[in-house]
């Protein structure tokens, strides 16, 4: 009985101190990190209604991918600087031409961010494996590389699109730099040899630029309605990003 005693002790021991380190394992407080991250992406600018009209609002999803860096001050807050490549698409407005034509295109993005960082788990002065945070940054976004799409649009604007690159007299501007904000949440869990995996949803906003259209209020009247042209001024993205971190 007494032998049985000492073991369940060393035992129970064994186990609290098994615990306790891997409970300090969870603690991100002074460690940096690494993660890449990628996923699907919605975006909508002033004429995505477009795509939806000439169904084709599928392709208002595609995709981006990226690399972070970034270190905890504490158990709470951290920062994290982020570059990711994305693939995007616009439209000119269909409703400004007497065809009312479908004039899609695709462009490439660069976006850099900073996020401060806000972990959940030291709010609540708990130590664990899933960590949930919310976040909001700042950055900039480069757009380049504009090109008409093949494989969809309206036939009537077949002929169109041999001719001419985007629209007949409304310009896109084919390279370009907008300022952004975003703010998103992360679900993240962490394994004791610090590798980790997490799921990140976002809603970025852009500068009016980005998508190579800056469209003013003197557009509206040239349309009679106004639909799609000058209006919320920022173009946007939901991208939801899962990936791998390692935590130093």
């Not at 951290?78 to 994305?86: L, N, P, T, W």
């Not at 077949?158 to 904000?181: D, G, S």
């Amino acid at each position: 009985m007494r032998k049985l005693i000492t073991i369940s002790a060393a035992l129970i021991l064994g186990a609290s101190l098994l615990c306790a380190q891997e409970a300090g394992t969870y603690n991100p407080a002074g460690r940096w990190y690494v993660s890449v991250q990628g996923g699907p992406m919605y975006q909508s600018n002033e004429n995505s209604f477009s795509y939806r009209y000439n169904n084709h609002g599928n392709k208002l999803f595609s995709y981006d991918a990226g690399l972070s860096v970034g270190y905890n001050f504490n158990e709470t807050f951290g920062v994290r600087a982020s570059v990711g490549y994305g693939l995007n698409r616009g439209a000119c407005n269909t409703v400004n031409t007497s065809a009312h034509g479908f004039y899609p295109y695709d462009f490439k993005s660069i976006s850099g961010f900073v996020d401060l960082t806000i972990d959940f788990n030291g709010l609540n002065a708990v130590e664990r494996a899933f960590a949930p945070k919310i976040y909001g940054g700042i950055g900039m976004g480069h757009s380049f590389g504009f090109t008409k799409p093949e494989g969809y649009g309206s036939q009537r604007t077949v002929a169109w699109q041999k001719e001419e690159k985007f629209h007949p007299w409304q310009h896109v501007n084919e390279k370009n730099n907008a300022f952004a904000f975003r703010f998103g949440a992360i679900c993240e869990y962490n394994f004791s040899f610090g590798l980790g995996l997490f799921a990140d949803l976002s809603l970025e906003a852009y500068t009016d630029r980005f998508n190579g259209l800056q469209p003013f209020e003197a557009d509206n009247a040239a349309t009679g309605n106004g639909k799609g042209i000058a209006g919320f001024p920022f173009d946007l993205r939901l991208p939801l990003r899962v990936g791998v971190l390692y935590r130093f």
